[in-house]
């Protein structure tokens, strides 16, 4: 998932459409700014205590800690928080491949999750399989966004539940 430059205040109008052109993802970005891409998200979500302007601004976002499958390093990353229920599940808008968070919750599924003001440990699972496919048949039915970019892409769009264990005291 892409996200784009942002102050908190500005306001853009919701996306309703993966093509949306003033959608993030749809943005043209130098390299120096994919390299520090989340930087700025993940400053101004700790703090306001999780909430965010610009393109994420009604969105609800979280932040994903995982260790790196390679690197054993931490790696936080924003994501989009959806639901189905009660249960919690990310993807992304990545196109050409899996997300490096994705291939770190498979390698290693603990991980920390800050919603909001709260951190929680965690686990992270991705979805394989019939449950798999149970579960993307309801988000394509379910979520309009992510429906349009499956139809874009012909690998299987990430689906990761998780799972929130005891808060981590500050």
């Given at each position: 998932?892409?996200?784009?430059?942002?102050?908190a205040g500005e306001s853009k109008s919701a996306i309703t459409s993966y093509?949306?052109?003033?959608?993030?993802?749809?943005?043209?970005?130098?390299?120096e700014e994919i390299t520090h891409w989340n930087d700025g998200v993940i400053q101004e979500f700790r703090d306001n205590e999780g909430k965010v302007g610009g393109a994420y601004e009604?969105?609800?976002?979280?932040?994903?800690?995982?260790?790196?499958a390679k690197s054993g390093k931490h790696h936080v990353v924003p994501l989009g928080l959806l639901r189905r229920g009660e249960t919690l599940y990310v993807s992304s808008f990545i196109e050409d491949k899996y997300p490096a968070w994705y291939y770190n919750v498979k390698a290693d599924s603990r991980v920390t999750i800050e919603?909001?003001?709260t951190t929680y440990q965690g686990t992270a699972?991705?979805?394989?399989?019939?449950?798999y496919?149970?579960?993307?048949?309801?988000v394509l039915?379910?979520?309009p966004l992510l429906a349009?970019?499956?139809?874009?892409?012909?690998?299987?769009?990430?689906?990761?539940?998780?799972?929130?264990?005891?808060p981590i005291q500050a």
């Open positions: 998932m892409s996200e784009s430059e942002s102050t093509d949306d052109p003033d959608a993030p993802w749809n943005q043209e970005y130098t390299d009604d969105g609800e976002l979280l932040l994903l800690t995982t260790t790196g919603l909001g003001s699972r991705a979805l394989e399989g019939a449950e496919e149970e579960f993307a048949g309801w039915a379910n979520n349009d970019f499956q139809a874009k892409i012909t690998r299987p769009m990430p689906l990761v539940v998780l799972e929130l264990g005891a």
